[in-house]
T-cell receptor, first 111, second 113 residues
Framework: TQLLEQSPQFLSIQEGENLTVYCNSSSVFSSLQWYRQEPGEGPVLLVTVVTGGEVKKLKRLTFQFGDARKDSSLHITAAQPGDTGLYLC???????????FGTGTRLLVSP | KAGVTQTPRYLIKTRGQQVTLSCSPISGHRSVSWYQQTPGQGLQFLFE???????NKGNFPGRFSGRQFSNSRSEMNVSTLELGDSALYLCASSRTGGEDVLTFGAGSRLTVL
């Protein structure tokens, strides 16, 4: 059983569309990180959210941490082919001693 | 500053052989974590080393082992390779480890035939 479930698992969209990726858990996390992994590379940190209800924007990407700190979402506006990759959320929480990674969402944006 | 360097990037082995992968962390980072990534299982935690000591271990058989040197460089070894060990092995470093933000290397892609 995965502590962090992401949905959808796969997403294939056209350039210009909007999308939202969800990261859900029954556990409370002290903070949540989002990474993007491009083909042939390791994951790269996009953002860290630490406060329940927090919203962070990174250009066309908007990250939100749930009020109860059990879930998070990533919204991409006007997706571009450069957004293609595997999106991973990772939670940090009391007693975990390490980051817990989500199941991943693979995004393909076609021109 | 230089990123996390993993070598080799690609390797092919046969069943029963063993393999050693190397990871050089970012300067000043004392923690090195190893992950196995496969299409079916996602990112699975192998182990974490901090100041030459294994601090945390995932749920992998004893065939998977690692070590860290005094300069923080780390190696992981897989003995008696099985077909199911084919995967991308990712190394990540951080200053303090644990739940700290990770900087990943590009990975070592292992194919077992």
């Amino acid at each position: 059983t995965q502590l962090l479930e992401q949905s959808p698992q796969f997403l294939s969209i056209q350039e210009g569309e909007n999308l939202t990726v969800y990261c859900n858990s029954s556990s409370v996390f002290s903070s949540l990180q989002w990474y993007r992994q491009e083909p042939g590379e390791g994951p790269v940190l996009l953002v860290t959210v630490v406060t329940g209800g927090e919203v962070k924007k990174l250009k066309r990407l908007t990250f939100q941490f749930g009020d109860a700190r059990k879930d998070s979402s990533l919204h991409i506006t006007a997706a571009q082919p450069g957004d293609t990759g595997l999106y991973l959320c990772a939670g940090a929480g009391v007693g975990f001693q390490k980051l817990v990674f989500g199941t991943g969402t693979r995004l393909l944006v076609s021109p | 500053k230089a990123g996390v360097t993993q070598t080799p990037r690609y390797l092919i082995k046969t069943r029963g052989q063993q393999v050693t992968l190397s990871c050089s962390p970012i300067s000043g980072h004392r923690s090195v974590s190893w992950y196995q990534q496969t299409p079916g299982q996602g990112l699975q935690f192998l182990f974490e080393y901090f100041s030459e000591t294994q601090r945390n271990k995932g749920n992998f058989p004893g065939r998977f082992s690692g070590r860290q040197f005094s300069n923080s460089r780390s190696e992981m070894n897989v003995s008696t390779l099985e077909l199911g060990d084919s995967a991308l092995y990712l190394c990540a470093s951080s200053r303090t480890g644990g739940e700290d933000v990770l900087t990943f290397g590009a990975g070592s892609r292992l194919t077992v035939l």
